[in-house]
């Protein structure tokens, strides 16, 4: 019986809570060998960095078979999701954040909101992801604001995006947003030791784990990411964001509608 499978079955508070900080200790370990194996592939390549995952944007789907697409394909192309991140004002008060969460976002979405004042009220993500500290410090930020965060229909927040759309205090997608989560670990500056990936990959985890948790979203949202390869993508189905109380209004849909 997988893990996840085991963790969600158990009704016993004590078993699930051991359970979880078991899986987080093991997940610094899969996080390990999935470091390993991108050091050993990239070795002759000059210069490279094993802590940054030259992923597509929209990685494919895992599956148990051949990987499989995104639900629906994003508005925006690759191009503009690769920038680094850049904030807009729109009407109603809805600051759009759209691009990769680079070094330094987090800095620039603080400047962008104490311009504002009180006039921003929600936060719009359009976002492949990125930096997990500065995702991790702008929802923090957006929690303390008291804002609300949303996923237009076919915008991507993906990787460590989904960290900063937990901060809303109400959190919407849309229908066919698209919301996926992956393994992530921070990115260093040299190429770490394989003690120190070790401990950064375990320290990672069980920060993003903490920080789920204050926001009040379900333990399940992180143990399908931390099954999922970082070139890989488990894309939300509009009923798992419930579940896992990562959205907190009901997703539209067609019928709903008309």
Request: charged share 20%.
């Amino acid at each position: 019986m997988r893990l996840k499978t085991a963790f969600l079955s158990a009704d016993d508070g004590l078993l699930m809570r051991g359970a979880f900080f078991g899986l987080l200790a093991a997940a610094g370990v899969f996080l390990f060998v999935d470091l390993r194996e991108m050091s050993l592939a990239s070795a002759e390549l000059p210069g490279h960095d094993p802590m940054t995952t030259d992923a597509p944007v929209l990685p494919p789907a895992l599956t148990d078979g051949v990987p499989q697409s995104s639900p629906v394909e994003p508005e925006s192309s690759p191009e503009v999701l690769r920038q680094p991140m850049r904030f807009e004002l729109l009407p109603g008060g809805t600051l759009k954040a759209e691009g990769s969460i680079d070094l330094g976002a987090a800095d620039r979405f603080a400047e962008e909101i104490a311009a504002r004042g009180e006039y921003v009220k929600s936060v719009s993500l359009n976002s492949p992801g990125g930096s997990v500290n500065d995702a991790l410090a702008m929802s923090t930020l957006i929690r303390e604001k008291a804002l609300n965060t949303r996923v237009a229909t076919k915008a991507l927040c993906a990787s460590s995006c989904p960290l900063v759309f937990a901060g809303g205090v109400a959190r919407e997608a849309e229908e066919d947003a698209i919301l996926g989560v992956h393994q992530v670990f921070n990115a260093g500056q040299e190429q770490p030791s394989p003690e120190q990936a070790m401990s950064g990959a375990q320290s990672t985890t069980a920060r993003i784990a903490r920080h789920l948790d204050e926001m009040g979203i379900g333990n399940g949202l992180w143990i399908n990411a931390l099954e999922t390869p970082p070139d890989r993508l488990y894309y939300l189905t509009p009923e798992e964001m419930v579940e896992f109380k990562l959205t907190t209004a009901p997703v539209a849909t067609a019928e709903q509608a008309d």
